[in-house]
């Protein structure tokens, strides 16, 4: 056999290998990623669908409807993390779905820049309300202290950003003094 020959072999097996994997639908799937465009800068967060499914699918309703457009981070916590989602600019409370399911017992930990549903404390409260963590919180993990906060992506862009929302100056709930402003958050 020719070189020539054997190249165009090769050639037409590997399209023929790549045809019939996407034709049998196997694609290989990308985690959903969403742009958070605040009034300090963006973030991009990447989600985890795969450890915690009825978060993400939570979170994403929210996105779709572009609930947390005009929303705050009203809580704000320097060393610990930041918190938004479920208060407007003027400082009401935003309606909800209905609590979802915990999953944090889901591998993922609260690491820097990890981000997580908030609660209260009933394990199966979480709304639409999330935080970023903007240190390693072990303490929230699951089986720590209790049944943990459910960890569903990390921050792949932008952390320059949350580092600066964190060091905003805050009153004594924690509430930052100028209202930080989610804009908008949506799919990529």
């Known amino acids: 056999m020719n070189k020539r020959f054997l190249i165009i072999l090769i050639i037409a097996l590997i399209a023929i290998i790549i045809i019939g994997y996407k ?16 009034s300090m800068g963006d973030i991009t967060l990447e989600l ?19 609930a947390y457009d005009g929303t705050i981070f009203h809580r704000v916590i320097s060393n610990f993390m930041i918190q ?7 400082g009401k409370e935003k309606a909800t779905r ?3 399911k ?9 690491e820097k820049y990890t ?25 929230l993990n699951y089986g720590v202290r209790d049944e943990g906060y459910a960890v569903f992506g990390k921050v792949i862009k932008g952390q320059d950003v949350v580092d600066k929302i ?7 709930s924690d509430k930052p003094l100028k209202n930080v402003v989610i804009e908008s958050i949506r799919r990529v």
């Open 23 to 38: 034709m049998t639908g196997n694609v290989i799937k990308q985690n959903p990623q969403v742009l958070i465009k605040t």
């Open 48 to 66: 985890y669908p795969d450890k915690a499914p009825i978060t993400v699918k939570n979170f994403l309703i929210y996105v779709d409807e572009k």
């Open 84 to 90: 938004g989602g479920g208060f407007g600019t003027d």
């Open 98 to 100: 209905d609590p979802i």
């Open 102 to 110: 915990l999953e944090s017992n889901n591998g993922l930990k609260n």
């Open 115 to 139: 981000v997580a549903m908030a609660r209260t404390n009933m394990p199966d409260s979480a709304t639409n309300q999330f935080f970023i963590n903007v240190n390693n919180n072990d303490f």
């Open 166 to 172: 964190a060091k905003v100056q805050t009153d004594s």
